[in-house]
């Protein structure tokens, strides 16, 4: 297989993500939809941020990081239970999805999804930075999905 793609049954490349998966609301993720996965990935990596919060927060906001999780899997479910890889700890000090929640304007939220050639050890504590850095040289695609949410 090959050319990586990553899609939401909620929104559309580039619209507005539905509110119901704000932070201040049910907090909850968005489905996604994985096709095209490398047949040589020995994993994926997904990495949500905010790069729109720069201005008001002083930095890309990190708002979900995933990692190891199977090749083999097509779909992440609404509010999915990731068991099957490690999330690291998001902008909000929590470990796992954190949902958009700008606080100036409509902000841009980008959905990175990384096929690797290997495993990441890296524990649970551990920030986008950290994975950034741990999969650099190791990925084989990636992929993007955007979507914007109103203040």
């Not at 090959?2 to 998966?21: C, K």
Request: glycine share 10%.
């Amino acid at each position: 297989m090959g050319d990586l793609t990553l899609e939401s049954q909620a929104f559309d490349d580039g619209q507005r993500i539905p509110e119901e998966y704000g932070y201040t609301e049910t907090n909850v993720n968005p489905p996604l939809e994985i096709r095209g996965v490398p047949d040589d990935a020995a994993t994926l990596a997904l990495i949500v941020d905010d790069p729109d919060a720069i201005e008001p927060a002083g930095n890309v906001w990190d708002h979900w990081i995933v990692w190891n999780v199977p090749p083999e899997t097509g779909t992440i479910p609404e509010d999915w239970d990731a068991a099957d890889a490690i999330e690291g700890t998001n902008d909000y000090g929590d470990r796992g999805y954190g949902g958009p929640n700008p606080p100036d304007r409509e902000h841009t939220y980008r959905f990175r999804l990384f096929a690797l050639e290997m495993s990441i050890d890296l524990g649970p504590d551990a920030a986008a930075a950290d994975l950034e850095s741990a999969i650099e040289g190791h990925v084989l695609e990636q992929a993007r999905l955007e979507g914007t949410y109103p203040a």
